[in-house]
């Protein structure tokens, strides 16, 4: 069975940069649409960042905007994150989602989840 396996994350200052990857492993995978997510305790799953294969569209959550850069690889169905500016209120565990079939950004509509991974922004 397919997963999501992501990599980075970690622990830094304010100010300093970090950058995700995620890809898939074991059986065949394929998928539309492929982004980042996150949470923090108390708080909903959000949005980060999405990329969409067929016509390259890339969303951003208004938070990280200008400050987070995604990009992927549609052949390998891999996306990076990379942060950078980080803040506190970036802390959250960052998920790697991916969906075979695009309709929403909204993360209830996304089939395939990475384990998370922390990222802990201190002041």
């Known amino acids: 069975q397919t997963r999501l396996v992501e990599s980075g994350g970690g622990v830094v200052q304010a100010g300093d940069s970090l950058s995700l990857s995620c890809a898939p492993s074991?059986?065949?995978?394929?998928?539309?649409?492929m982004g980042w997510f996150r949470q923090s305790p108390g708080k909903e799953r959000e949005l980060v960042a999405g990329?969409?294969?067929?016509?390259?569209?890339?969303v951003y959550g208004d938070s990280v905007m200008g400050r987070f850069t995604i990009s992927g690889e549609a052949g390998q169905h891999s996306v990076f994150l990379q942060m950078n500016s980080l803040k506190p209120e970036d802390t959250a565990v960052y998920y790697c989602?991916?969906?075979?079939?695009?309709?929403?950004?909204?993360?209830?509509?996304?089939?395939?989840w990475g384990q998370g991974t922390q990222v802990t922004v201190s002041p």
């Open positions: 989602a991916a969906t075979v079939y695009w309709s929403s950004w909204s993360p209830g509509h996304w089939g395939y």
């Open positions: 074991g059986g065949t995978f394929r998928s539309s649409a």
């Open positions: 990329i969409r294969w067929h016509d390259g569209l890339i």
